[in-house]
């Protein structure tokens, strides 16, 4: 059976979790963007290419396009911290809500109460940051790149990086550790290297496409596929429930970076006896 034609085609590091999960949200944007055709996904050759009925500019002018809201109040009427708050986002001028992102809240009893808390591992900040300040401030980022990049460039956004101060987490790009440097630049406010397009197409991908999680929730495993295969589908493949030939299987990791936390690179798996 012949691939089909893509529309859209990025390079991609799939040791990069961030990168991993960035690919996962522009096939799940894509779906959501151009339903009528449908969006299928795939990895092949250090590239992540999907066939749908849009392209690549088109999708990251959309990202970037409104700001979202933050709930506050869950439908069942519980709180949120704005710390935690799901992102609301409408792609029509707020007709209608398009999605919501909410992978690092969930609701759980704790001593006795049910709550909306911080779901870990990825609810990565702490502090003053919030959800929504954290989008605000990438998407800001992403739409000034977008601006002066050359198109020919599209394929390799990943790798574009910018000096940010406010991040989810997702990207590992940034090679800093505390104990190199004798403090956290996140607790400091200061700037580090990091891809705004990849921290927040990563924050879409996480929504469907989540990897099993290890016991301690400090290391996951994720599997990237070979086949043209929609959200649905790629999301089982990427969790390890479907096998999709050929495709490479991940261990990623959690790494403490003060107050704060991010992924590190992934370790490729080779046998059952590396998980």
Known sequence: MTDPDPTIVVDVDPSNPGQFFAC???????????????????????QFRIAC?????????????DPPEAVLQLDNGLPVKA???PLRFTFDGGSTTAMTLDAWMTVRPDKGVVQATANPPWNF??????????????????????????PSALPYLF??????????????????NPLDVGFSPNEQGIPVESSAAVELLAAVGLQRFRPRLAADRQSFFYATWGRPLGPAAGAAAAAGGVEALPGSRYRGRVVNRGQYAALGHSTPLRGAEDE
């Open 83 to 85: 710390l935690i708050a």
């Open 125 to 150: 900040w702490s502090g003053q940051q919030t959800s929504k300040r954290i989008w605000t401030a990438l998407r800001e980022a992403l739409a000034g790149q977008l601006r002066t990049l050359d």
């Open 159 to 176: 790798t574009q990086r910018l000096m940010l101060t406010g991040r989810f987490g997702f990207d590992p790009g940034p090679a800093w």
């Open 53 to 65: 009925g849009g392209d690549l500019p088109t999708l990251l002018a959309v990202l970037v396009m």
């Open 24 to 46: 996962c949200g522009l096939l799940e944007l894509a779906d959501r963007l151009w339903p009528d055709a449908g969006a299928e996904g795939w990895f092949e050759g250090g």
